[in-house]
């Protein structure tokens, strides 16, 4: 049975290689870290990432789980996956509902997946055996698609909360992904929200798209639109979540960038009366 966690971890950041330095001067600001999962399966030693993690804690958000692939998960990346969640204090963790290999074939990308029953059975089943390895809370992420997929027979919203019921996993909702789907494919964001199981929603991302080939691009390599911060507003009213991530993957000089969004993300928390870090 589906918990969620007891904690509120407030607002953090992605983790950055290059400015693991300044993020542990900065660590007072921060509430908790996400690190890429798969970061974790190369075992080197990162002093820094080390110091930081005696801080705050960690959250692990894998790139590369490919749970929409058509056949089963790889074992490898399931035994490695199975002895990081054995050996290390985290709080929760997630990936992506989505594919990013396909019959050996890499696509180096995460591509959604077609919107139907049998893809909520194949994804649940998966998500359910990812879970199963460790107590702690597994999460799925929307992401954004730009073409409607041939031969879906659901709706995004549909498509979603079946998955998150029937694996009875948790969601990590991406509030810049809600946006730029809402606006590609002219849905209405907040109705959106009032059709899945938000109960369930244990994280949210945060993020600055772009606006490329004529569509709202979710590229992680801007600060955060006045328009995300605004559907955010809407999310603290009506999604009971435990954390906020602010996701910046390149296009960043200074990390100051990222904490002033940090600090912008608390004081919409705090002006909803959410804001309660224990840290
Ligand atoms: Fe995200």
Sequence with gaps: MYKKPGRNPGVGINFHHHFAGDILRNIDQIDFIEVFTEKFFIKENDETLSKILENIPLVLHGLDLSIGSTGPLKIEYLDNLRSLLAGINFEWFSDHISLTHENNFEVGHLMPVQFSEENVSKISIKAKEVASLTDR???????????????????????????????????????????????????DPIKFLSKIPVDRVVEIHIAGGSFKHGMLVDTHANSVSTEVWDLFDE?????????????????????????????????????????????
């Design 137 to 187: 809370p597994f999460l799925l992420e929307n992401i954004t698609y730009y073409y409607p997929i041939p031969g879906q027979s659901m709706a995004e919203e549909s498509f979603i909360s079946s998955i998150l019921e029937s694996a009875d996993c948790g969601m990590l909702l991406d509030v810049n992904n809600l946006y730029i789907n809402s606006k590609n494919h002219g849905y």
């Design 235 to 279: 999310v603290c009213n009506r999604v009971p979540f435990n954390g906020v991530i602010i996701e910046r993957d390149s296009n960043l000089d200074r990390l100051e960038d990222l904490i002033d969004e940090v600090n912008i993300a608390k004081k919409i928390m705090k002006n909803n009366g959410i804001y309660k870090s224990n840290i």
